[in-house]
């Protein structure tokens, strides 16, 4: 089946500095990429949609400047967390669409 | 604003019996509902998809249902194991693009010998 691959797996990083997250469609292209985030014992939120080739579309209350995504390739968008906070800390997810939804393993930021 | 709830945060239950969770949802009407099994640090799986006009599907040992009158869906999972033990998810559609979904917390099942 159609795998996702996202790395790092984990991060902690001080505060005040920025993170990239990658997310690699590995054997199939995909044009969307999804961008989801986790706190503990809480639901998935969808934070943003990723386009190649274009902006992303980010959903109500999530900062563009702050989550900055790039999907330059049909295999690879990224997302960086810009100026990391404490209050940043979770488990950052990614998917993409195969004729169904495949997801990454996830990265735990912890920022301290 | 839309709302997703899976009937209980944890569910325990004995090797090779059914496990039934249950995912009510409000404020919406989906054209689609699919279930995820999630694994602690690990992103999610996907199960099942199961369509408004589709009142039951089947996968193995898995099986849903999908109410859209009562705007519910079961999740069950028979002769279960305890390797079936995970947090499952269900998600529904926000319309437009697969991937964009509203999940649920999740319930966690564990299945013990």
């Known amino acids: 089946g159609a795998v996702v691959s996202q790395h790092p797996s984990w991060v902690i990083c001080k505060s005040g500095t920025s993170v990239k997250i990658e997310c690699r469609s590995l054997?199939?292209?995909?044009?969307?990429m999804f961008w989801y985030r986790q706190f503990p014992k809480q639901s998935l939120m969808l934070m943003a949609t990723s386009n190649e080739g274009s902006k992303a579309t980010y959903e109500q209350g999530v900062e563009k400047d702050k989550f900055l995504i790039n999907h330059a390739s049909l295999t690879l968008s990224t997302l960086t967390v810009t100026s990391a906070h404490p209050e940043d800390s979770s488990f950052y997810i990614c998917s993409a669409s195969a004729k169904k939804l495949f997801f990454g393993s996830g990265t735990q930021l912890s920022v301290l | 604003s839309q709302k997703i709830e899976q009937n209980s945060e944890a569910l325990n239950i004995q090797e090779g019996k059914t496990a039934t969770l249950t995912c009510n949802y409000t404020n919406y009407s989906p054209a689609y509902l699919q279930w995820y099994r999630q694994d602690p640090g690990r992103g999610p799986v996907f199960l099942l998809l199961i369509r408004e006009n589709e009142k039951e599907k089947r996968k193995e040992r898995l099986k849903v249902t999908f109410d859209t009158t009562l705007k519910q869906s079961l999740f069950h999972i028979t002769a279960s194991q305890p390797a079936d033990s995970a947090t499952y998810l269900c998600?529904?559609?926000?319309?437009?693009?697969?991937?964009?979904?509203?999940f649920g917390r999740g319930t966690q099942l564990t299945v013990w010998p």
């Open positions: 054997d199939f292209q995909a044009t969307t």
């Open positions: 998600a529904l559609d926000r319309g437009s693009t697969l991937g964009r979904l509203y």
